[in-house]
């Protein structure tokens, strides 16, 4: 089976109040699931891996093989690429998260697209922050 993701992460100062939000499609583009939650204090980055992993998993229990991840998030993207080095140790932790989940997939890619395109994701992190705040 092969899903495709959209994962968004945000927070309200930075650090601040932050939460995650994701969408999963399966390979006939039905989406399938949503993720709205709120996390806590994170910075914006903390937040952005916090979405993809939580999203990740949900793949893995699903039994995916092949997953394509979108996220508006270039340094995520690029460091799960392996193309950007962490120099921030809360980030190098997210990270072995990260890559411990992508390991039980056959395939999985990270995609860079433009925040306009993500835009279902973060209105599921902002609904988030709003039931907080309301």
Not at 13 to 40: L, M
Not at 95 to 120: A, D, G, Q, T
Request: proline share 2%.
């Amino acid at each position: 089976m092969e899903l495709t993701i959209y994962s968004d992460g945000g927070s309200r100062g930075n650090p601040g109040q932050a939460a995650i939000g994701a969408v999963i499609f399966d390979d006939k583009g039905n989406k399938i699931k949503e993720i709205s939650e709120h996390i806590g204090t994170a910075t914006n980055n903390q937040a952005e891996y916090i979405a993809v992993i939580k999203a990740l998993e949900e793949a893995s229990n699903m039994k995916a093989e092949k997953v394509k991840v979108f996220m508006d998030s270039e340094l995520v993207v690029k460091q799960a690429r392996r193309e950007y080095k962490i120099k921030n140790p809360e980030l190098s932790s997210l990270f072995v998260k990260l890559w411990n989940i992508v390991s039980k997939f056959k395939e999985c890619s990270f995609n860079h697209i433009p925040r306009e395109k993500n835009s279902e994701a973060d209105a599921l992190v902002n609904k988030a922050l709003d039931e907080l705040e309301a």
